[in-house]
């Protein structure tokens, strides 16, 4: 294993494991339901048993992972709770974060989300999901570092991550490509035009809007 590249010190080993955990969740490599063996994972990171409990504790209590006594560690499935839980509230607070990024945006920021755009256009093209998230999350990131708020930052760090699960549990895009593009570039309009307003409600839209699309997935295939 490797420690982490932007860090000056090296990192636990239980550290480790729920980095590399989280991303494959996140990143849609562990899937919803998925077994998460002790023993697999000891022989992956060649590692004891203890730091790997230890992680799987950790993930389960920030909702990732579900531990079931004498039946082992699983990834937990997305509910429709999860999603009316996340969603109204990274709303609020990502708006609220786009209307502060809006009075104090730079024109290196601008150009971050230009190219994150640049990025989902060409990756839509393609019909590159994986290449198409990795722009959208940049697209946020970035107005919501700009915001220059740590705490906002903070918390909707740990949102973002959650939605990004979600997209990549269910291979999800609200509408099509093409029409989060537009959207995205809706945003950034506003964004070089200081909107603060219209751009708080734009991203509120926009979020609110996948809420919708992603309640509407788990209705069809919910069991009768």
């Avoid at 990756?123 to 570092?145: L, N, P, Q």
């Amino acid at each position: 294993m490797q420690m982490h590249p932007d860090r000056q010190h090296p990192i636990s080993l239980v550290e480790q494991v729920c980095e590399f955990l989280t991303s494959d969740i996140i990143n849609g490599k562990l899937k919803p339901g998925d077994s998460l063996k002790e023993e697999t994972l000891i022989n992956e990171f060649r590692i004891s048993r203890s730091p790997i409990r230890e992680a799987l504790r950790i993930l389960a209590g920030k909702g990732l992972v579900t531990i079931v006594p004498r039946k082992g560690a699983h990834v937990r499935r997305i509910t429709e709770k999860d999603i009316l839980d996340i969603f109204p509230v990274r709303s609020m607070l990502e708006g609220f974060a786009a209307n502060l990024a809006a009075q104090r945006m730079t024109e290196r920021e601008i150009t971050r989300l230009s190219v994150a755009i640049e990025q989902m256009e060409k990756s839509a093209e393609e019909k590159d999901f994986t290449s198409f998230m990795k722009g959208h999350y940049e697209f946020h990131r970035t107005y919501i570092e700009a915001s220059d708020n740590e705490i906002l930052k903070e918390i909707l760090e740990n949102l973002l991550n959650k939605a990004l699960w979600l997209h990549f549990s269910f291979r999800y895009l609200h509408k099509n490509y093409s029409f989060s593009v537009r959207k995205h570039k809706e945003i950034l309009r506003c964004f070089i035009r200081r909107d603060k307003d219209r751009v708080d409600g734009l991203v509120r839209q926009h979020i609110g809007a996948g809420m919708q699309g992603f309640l509407s997935l788990i209705a069809k295939n919910r069991p009768e």
